[in-house]
Structures are given as structure tokens and as C-alpha cells.
């Protein structure tokens, strides 16, 4: 072993410390040659714990130029214009600081104002550069190198081509085409049809103008947006980040012709559009994606130094999104600041967030099921976009059923002052019977949708409403929203009778127990007629809750007594009724059916027994009905129409003797040829 001098020890630090180099040398002695024929261990380097049992000449690895240890290296800070000293020689392991390549395939080498053979690592320079080199396009977000993970250099790999395919783009939108204005707007002058030469008035329609045309670079620049969509968050946010900072130092040429119909021709017009885009993008992903730090705050920090041309100052703040660990939101959803407000340097701010950022909060906590959090921060956001914001906010109820919370989601429908712009006066129909419904049984549905279809799951332990509090939350909603009123308030009032029929619907305690379902009844009854007393004017079907009192006809009395009080609203009630007994008189016929003589007898007594006219003249409209269908009912022989025809020739037609109005006289003879 005599011929071997040494071994080559590459240590697995760059070299950070000064005057320590990636590689060191351990000579050969004649020390050591004796202990390996002894085959002992001697420790040369007791710090380092190294210790040789076994030496020969070591291959040299590859390691950077500036480590080469046969050829003598010169350091410089920053010397580009050539080789200093004999930088520009290199074994054949010697690698280039820059590029990591081999020296011997560094096409900048040796190049004027580049010369990579003077690079290293104590120079920030060639630091800087180097980075540069490893990042790519990754540079312009100043990451560290530990920072820089596979997805976001994949990123960064993918914006670094765009760059390259849009600047040849945009060079060509700089060149534009040269044309004449004949192909923008035909002339029609003959003077140059006929002798080929152009006259005074059509000379300038044949002058050659640069036409220039932004589509080009918008569809590469679309088409790029579309491939980062599809993209990791990662790299999506640097992909479209990256196209901000390139599109927003586009300009139009002087003197720029283009169309102004046509948004994708001008950058005025093209950029604003994919700003929009860009920054929606780009919230929702600091929002919904779990973003480290170092990267959520780059992102911010960079978008703050772009250049917004002035069609562009309306994208100025719209990445100053707080992160879910900011205090103050936090502060917010644990329910420390139910105001939403804090005071920043002596000034009072609220939580103001972009419609956008409050759409994706909402996604990402009704994902996780953190309904709590979701009211509170609802109840204290704003926003620009109030309409958007209100549609959100009008599910707060909802997010209480979903918290089992159902006696905190009956206030939360008029948790606004103004009883005309609270969730209550916003309900749909088909929002408030599934409201009901969920109030009623106590189950929600499973999804984060107000709707009725699929799977429904009973709240346990859940803090459900009486009977009583059903009640007065039905009627509150009904007396506040006018689109209820309008197109279904009979029907609904028709579904709370019908629940109090059958004993669903309680009443206060205050009330007899002995006579609950009547004690209720009394309760609708009069908040209908002060229903109908404001808004009558909106109601145009109230067949259907006539009908729904059944054979409850003092209650029915009650509301026609309740109505009288002003002739007005008597007097469109009635006339209203009259109209839908002869437009759905099939519904009062299948009242007749489902019901008896009685029934029938006794509905046309009580609006005779009326002092009023105009509550004894719906009694016409139900007899003609009766009249017409009478020969109906023999057939399908009722048992009960020859009570009723009695009834009929014993009481009514006496009855009606002391009315001699026409048409009085005219239904008591169709009633007295009745067999």
C-alpha cells in the first residue's frame, strides 16, 4: 500500500463557516501505514470522532470550482468582465457554483460579463445569482431555498415556459398588421374602380394604418389561467400570480385602432378581466387551502408590489386577507368580539372582508361543521356586496338548527331591528314550511342546503320548542313577510288549523287545558283577522281558510265579527271570498262531500244570520254551488240530501223570505224546485 498517499473526505455542509471547504484531505503517513498492518483503529481527530483503519489513494469526487484542490482559485465579489487568475481552469470533477453542471459543459464559463468560472459561495453576489438559477421563476417571490417545495417548483417550472410563449405573443401585439382602413370600412367611392386612381374624398379610406389585435395574448394567457385551475394550490397561486405581475405591464401602443366592442383587443379592456379572475382565484385559495406561513405571507407581500395601472386600482387591496390565525378573526369566532370591531392605532376598524373571502369562509366552515363560529362571524362582517352578503347571513337561522339550538333560531329571525329587512320578511314559501317542519320534529337535514330531500337526522339532546313558541314564531314570520301574505298566507294558516284539529299545535299554559285546540283556534283566528286587517289588500285567495275551520263555525264567526270592525276590509274579504267560491268551487264541493248535511246547513245559516249584508250575500254564491251540483250528489247517492233538502225548504227558504233582494228571490225559487 505503499504507492497510495491519500484519501478525500467530502464533508456534508457547503461550507458556510469561512475558511472551511467542502472538501478536505487526510495525507498517508508512515504512522498510519503501521497501524493498518497492525490492523488497529488510531484516531487522528478526537472533535470529529474520525478515525482511520484503512487508507489509499482517494477518487476525487466532483465539488464546486471554487473547492478544486488542483487548481488554485481566486475569490472576487462580483467580477463578470473575465477569468481572474486562473479561475478559468478545472479538473474534470469540477462543477459550476450557477448552473450545476460540470465546468466543461457551462456555456457561460468563461463569457464576458457572466464568466461563471469566478462564482462561489462567499460572495452574495454569486449567491444571489445562484438562487436565481436554482429558483427559476420561483426568484421573484424571494423564497428560501428550504422553502421550495416539488409542487411549487412545478409551478414555477410551468410559469417560467408561460413567460417565454407570452412575451412572443405580446411582441407580435406591439408589431400589429398593417392594413388600410378600405378593409375596417369599404369605400364606396367609384372614382378608383373605374380609372384606378383615388380622389380627394376617398384617399385617406386607402392610406395604410397598423392595426393591432390584444386576442392573441389574451387566449394564451386564458388558456394558461385555465391549465392553473386544474393545478395544486401551490402552484396554482404562483401560476396565477405570476401571469399578474407579466399582464400588468402590458400597454396599448400610441395611437392604438383596435375594437372597442370586442374585450379581448385592447389591454385596458383584456387585463381588468383577468385581474378579476386572478384575485377571486387567489382569495378563495388563502382561504380553503392550508397554506403555510412563509408562502400565505409571500403571496400578499408580493401582490402589494405590483404595478396597477389606473384601470386597475379597484384590484388594490384585495389580497389584504386575514389568515385563520390572525387574532382578530380568531377573537371573533371564539366569541371574544361579538361587535366585529377593534381599535388599530387609535382608530376604530371593522371586520371588512371581500365577498369572495366571505363566500369561501362559509364553504370551509360549513365543511368543517363549525356552525357556532360561522353565526358569529356572519352577525359581524361586512362587506361591499350587501346583497350577497344578506343571502349568506339569511341562513343564520338554520346554522342555530343545525347547532340544535332551535329556540335561539326562532329569535334569529328577527334579530334585526327593522322588521322589514330581517330574515323573517325574506322567507320563500317553501323556506318556511321547511323551517316548520324542522321546528316541529326537531331533525335537520344532513347537507348545509335548506331543502326537504334527502336523509333528515333527529337533533339529540337538542333544546327543542314548545308548541306554544311554534306557534307564535309561524304567525310573527307570516305577519312580517309580505310574499307569504301575497301568494300563500291562506294556505298556511289552512296547515296551522288543520294542525290544531288534530292537537299538533299547543297553546300558552294560561289557557284551559280542557279546551286547548279551541283555546288555540281563538289565538289564529284573531292574528289572522289583524293579519287581514293590514295587508288584505295583497291576499287574493281566502277560500281555502274558510273551508280549513271545518265545522268549527264560532271560530269562523269570530273572524267575520273581528273584520266587521272596519267595513272596508269586511267588504274585500268578502267580495274576494265570493270570487273564489265560483272560481274553485270544486274545493267547496269537496268540502260538501267530506262533511254532512249539518255542514252544509249550518255554513249557510251563520252568513244569514249575519245583521251585515255583505256577509249575508256569500250565502248566494254557496247555494248556487250547492244548486248546481245537487243532481251530482243524488247520483253519487249521498245519504244526506234529503236532510238537506229539508233543512233547506224548513229553515233557509224562510230565512231568505225576509231578504227581497233579486237575487234572493231568484236562488230561493231554484232552491224551492229542488225534489
Known sequence: MEHEESVIVISDTEGENDGEASVFIVENSPEVADASKEKSTEVIDEECGLAITYSKKGNVMPHARYDCVEQDFTRTENEISEPAGSNAYFCEQCYCYICDKPASECQ???????????????????KAHRDVALT??????????????SELRHGGALLQKFWLELAVEYNKYLMGIITTRNCLIPCNCICHKQVKIFCEMCHLNHVEIRLYSYTAVFNVVNNFLNQAENEKPKAAAIMMIGVAKEILLHKQPPQETFNKDDQTSSPRQAVPIFMHRITNALQRMLVLSDFPPHLFNKLKAFYKTLPLPSYCYAFTNSLNVLSWEDPFLTSILRGQNITGHRQKKGRKEMLWEDITVVQARVERMEARK????????LRVVKCSDTLKLRALQDKIPFYFCKCGDFHAATQSFHSNSSLSCCTACRLTPYQYMIYLKILKTGTVPTGCELSEEGNWVFMKGANLVNDC??????????FVNEVLYRATTAVHATAIIEDLKNGIVGIPKAFSSAFHRESALILVTVAAAQMLHQNL???NVVLPLVVAYGKNFWA?????????????????????LCSNIYVYKSMLIDAFKCHDADYVSDLVTLFLSFKQATIQSVSIPVLNVLVESWHEFKNKGLHWTQTL????QSKVIPAMEMLNTAQFVELRNKLSQLI
Open 108 to 126: 457561460y464559463w468563461k463569457l464576458p460579463s457572466i464568466c461563471h468560472c469566478n462564482a462561489h459561495n462567499k460572495s452574495a453576489y454569486w
Open 136 to 149: 427559476g421563476a420561483l426568484s421573484i417571490f424571494n423564497f428560501n431555498l428550504v422553502d421550495i417545495d
Open 370 to 377: 363549525e356552525y357556532r363560529e360561522l353565526i358569529r362571524y
Open 469 to 478: 313558541l311554534l306557534l307564535k314564531c309561524a304567525l310573527r314570520i307570516l
Open 537 to 539: 289588500s295583497v291576499i
Open 556 to 576: 269562523l264567526k269570530l273572524l267575520f265579527d273581528s273584520l266587521s270592525m272596519k267595513e272596508d276590509v269586511l267588504h274585500h274579504f268578502c267580495g274576494t
Open 645 to 648: 233538502h229539508s233543512f233547506l
